[in-house]
Each structure stands twice: as structure tokens, then as C-alpha cells.
């Protein structure tokens, strides 16, 4: 089903069926020899989720280097596991600068709260749909899970008045913050991309810092190549056209658009970050989209 300004979804469904992914590939990236990250309970929320196809990745019981011809699986694995080892060292950098504040916007199955050694004093906020954050307290509240940080969730849409939101959370909009974006633009129209960053800006004090990924073609590569994904995911149960969740139309690049409102922007292409973290770049079809994905850092002047 296609996107609308008025849907919603929880981690079984839409949109939240990609964040359920993405924790499972986190799950098996962790348990790999070298690993590049460590989160303990990307697993145990998906299990909760109760996706077969993902349960049975987390579980090792898919052959996943022999998943399909081009490795779908196992490639997606590799690409998280650079892309969340980017995000967690951006918090931690950040927190070493001394920033005490932290949002993570559409956090999904998100556990940087309860596993990044973050410093006393720090407060994170966590911003998704209700069902998506209500979901993923309570599964870890059952497993005896604490937050490493003042943990304070938000349960509103990013396409909602989510500012005034965080505020009335106790968001201190006068102290440096760490943002992150993680694997969200696509999911939002191009005005809705602008609208975000204007109020992560307009929210933000000198000092804060902001880390996401930026795709020059405006993601257009990346839903086409969703299309062959999904196909490969059906074939393992999971009904789900990937290529539907993105929204269409030409976009801003992010790069540019900070810099017109006052970030200092670092950027590197997917490819060299994977050589940063001494990892080579996967070269296959799958990959061809992500090639010249941007991960982008900046700091607000």
C-alpha cells in the first residue's frame, strides 16, 4: 500500500516493518567474528516483533550468504552494521564534547538508549509513533532492561507539531543537542524533509550537532532497487513492497540546505566510510544505489 499524510503503523506493518528489519540485521551483525557494533537486544525485539522471516534471522536459522543470488540478506547485514557504528560513534563523540542532550528522531527499534555508555547528566529523547514506542518500552521493560541515560520517550508523528511535543518533554531548546536522522528522509515528502531540518534549527543552540544520510538522486535509485528486495523478501513470507514507502519528488540536498541555515556539514560517501570502519564496500547489484549515499555530520555555528 502506498504512503499517505495521515498513515500510521506499528513494527509489524508499513513503514515500521523496515525498522524491524534494520534490528535484525543489527542482531546478526553483533554476533559476527570482528564485529563493528554490539547490541544486545536488537534480538530479543525482534523476536517480540514476531516477523517469521526476521525471527528465523536473528535465530540463525536462514542460510544467509545462500539466501538468494544476491545476497540479500547478508549484504543488508554488513551495510547496517557500517551505518550504525557511523551513528553510534557520531552520540559518543558528541557526548565527549561535552554535549548532555540527544534526540533521535523516528527511533523505531532504536536501543542506543539502554546500551551506548553515555555520560551522568545526559538525556535522551526518543521520538516515534505511539505504538512503536509503546511497544518497545514495555517489551524491554520486560526483559529487565534500563536505560544507560534520562531516558524520555515522545509518542507523536514527525509530521505532527513534534517540537512542541519534545518541548512539553522538558527539551531544553538553549543547550547544545546531538541529533540523528537515521535512515528517515526517504520515508518523508521532499517538504516534509525541509520542514524537519528548519525545526531541528530552529531548535537548535550553537554547539549541536546533527548526523543523516543523504541520497543525491533524492532516493530514487534506492526505491528501484526496493522493488527486486521486496521480491526477495516475499519469497521468504514477508508481503511487503519496499518501494512504496518512499516518497516521490525532487528534493533539497541536504548538504546544501544546512549550510544555507548556519551547519558547518562533513560528509563522506557511503563507500569511503566502509573503508573508514575496514570494510569493503559490497560490490553488487543491490549496492549500486548506495554507492554514492551520503553520511552527513555537521555542527550548528
Given amino acids: 500500500m502506498s504512503r499517505s499524510d495521515s498513515d500510521s503503523w506499528d513494527l509489524a506493518t508499513s513503514v515500521g516493518t523496515t525498522a524491524t528489519m534494520v534490528a535484525a540485521a543489527r542482531a546478526v551483525a553483533s554476533r559476527e567474528e570482528n564485529a563493528l557494533i554490539d547490541d544486545p537486544f536488537a534480538a530479543p525485539l525482534v523476536r517480540a516483533v514476531g516477523i517469521e522471516v526476521f525471527t528465523k534471522m536473528v535465530d540463525g536459522d536462514i542460510d544467509m550468504a545462500a539466501m538468494d543470488g544476491s545476497e540479500t540478506a547478508r549484504v543488508m547485514t554488513g551495510v547496517m552494521a557500517v551505518r550504525t557504528r557511523f551513528f553510534d560513534d557520531f552520540f559518543l563523540t558528541a557526548a565527549a564534547a561535552g554535549v548532555r542532550q540527544a534526540v533521535i528522531l523516528a527511533s523505531g527499534l532504536d536501543s542506543r538508549s539502554y546500551r551506548l ?27 529487565g532492561a534500563s536505560p544507560t541515560a534520562d531516558l524520555r520517550t515522545v509518542s507523536v508523528d514527525l509530521r505532527d507539531d513534534w517540537p512542541a511535543a519534545l518541548r512539553a518533554n522538558g527539551f531544553d531548546a538553549t543547550l547544545p543537542t546531538a541529533w540523528s536522522a537515521e535512515g528517515l528522509l526517504v520515508y518523508l515528502p521532499p517538504e516534509a524533509q525541509d520542514r524537519l531540518l528548519d525545526n531541528i534549527t530552529a ?60 551547519w558547518q556539514v562533513g560528509s563522506q560517501a557511503r563507500a569511503d566510510l566502509f573503508a573508514a570502519y575496514g570494510r569493503p564496500f559490497p560490490e553488487t547489484t543491490l549496492t549500486e544505489s548506495l554507492r554514492n549515499s551520503v553520511s552527513v555530520t555537521a555542527i550548528r555555528k
Fill in 203 to 262: 531548535l537548535s543552540a550553537p554547539g549541536s550537532r546533527i548526523a543523516t544520510e543523504y541520497h543525491p538522486d533524492g532516493g530514487r535509485g534506492l526505491a528501484e532497487r526496493s522493488k527486486a528486495i521486496s521480491d526477495q523478501w516475499r519469497e521468504r513470507g514477508l508481503d511487503i513492497n519496499m518501494s512504496d514507502l518512499f516518497y516521490d519528488g525532487e528534493r533539497n540536498p541536504v548538504i546544501g540546505y544546512l549550510e544555507q541555515q548556519g
Fill in 117 to 143: 555508555d553515555w555520560p551522568a547528566g545526559t538525556v535522551v529523547y526518543e521520538i516515534d509513533q505511539p505504538q512503536v514506542i509503546d511497544f518497545k518500552t514495555e517489551t524491554l521493560a520486560a526483559l
